[in-house]
């Protein structure tokens, strides 16, 4: 059966070394001429692009309108454009990530999407500079919706668009590293593969109750075994 497997992309692909977070500090330093300490830390793990540059807003006391969050957005990617292409960018894929997507890519079973808060260019600069942008055929974004229980319904129509396949709800597997990963995938009645390579361990996740868990893609045949053939 055709599987379509939709990726988050930090904590869960890649480990971009706070470069996420640091370009949207250098935004909200340069848009509402603050400084970055005056910020409390802000809630990043799986939160949408659009839903994290709203809490800033409101932490400065500011209305914004959807463009204007779009605006704020549009500095953060100058900046992570930046980072990622600075002389000591220490960002990496994680264990096993490179590998499993080669393999994946040789299963016609296998349909490589992504479901990721990251608005979409933001998504295309960072895997870009990881190399492994081309593995993915499309997706949900941050850019369709700042609440991220709303993103799978959207990945899942346009990888139908894209592919030309019609997928039953049983063959999705969202694939992330937070809490919301697992909740957004319930909410349009996808599978969850947790993987603990972000900032939560797998007795957090396996708390909320995946359909699995694995601490990471380091034993590549078994993951692909997992997500093709359970
Ligand atoms: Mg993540």
Redo the contacts with the bound molecule.
């Keep these: 059966m055709p599987r379509l497997l939709l990726f988050?992309?930090?904590?869960?692909l890649i480990d971009s070394h706070g470069s996420g977070g640091a370009a949207i500090l250098d935004a909200a330093e340069e848009h509402f001429g603050i400084q970055r300490e005056q910020l409390p830390p802000l809630q990043l793990?799986?939160a949408t692009d659009p839903a994290i540059a709203m809490d800033i807003f409101e932490l400065v006391k500011r209305q914004h309108t959807r463009d204007d969050v779009f605006a704020f957005l549009d500095r953060y990617l100058i900046h992570l454009q930046r980072r990622l292409h600075a002389f000591d960018f220490s960002g990496f894929t994680l264990p096993g990530v490179v590998e499993l997507l080669e393999v994946l890519r040789t299963h016609t079973d296998a349909h490589l999407g992504l479901l990721t808060g990251n608005v979409r260019r933001g998504a295309e600069i960072k895997l870009t500079r990881h190399g492994v942008l081309h593995h993915f055929i499309d997706g949900g974004f941050g850019c369709d919706h700042h609440d991220r229980d709303q993103l799978g319904p959207v990945a899942l129509k346009r990888m139908q668009d894209a592919t030309g396949m019609s997928f039953d709800i049983a063959d999705v597997i969202v694939i992330?590293?937070?809490p919301k990963?697992i909740r957004c995938a319930a909410a349009f009645g996808a599978k969850c593969l947790a993987v603990a390579t972000?900032q939560y361990s797998s007795a957090e996740l396996n708390a909320l109750k995946p359909w699995r868990c694995v601490e990471s893609f380091a034993d590549v045949p078994a993951i692909v075994e997992l997500l093709l053939r359970e």
């Design positions: 988050d992309i930090d904590g869960t793990a799986g992330g590293d937070t990963d972000g």
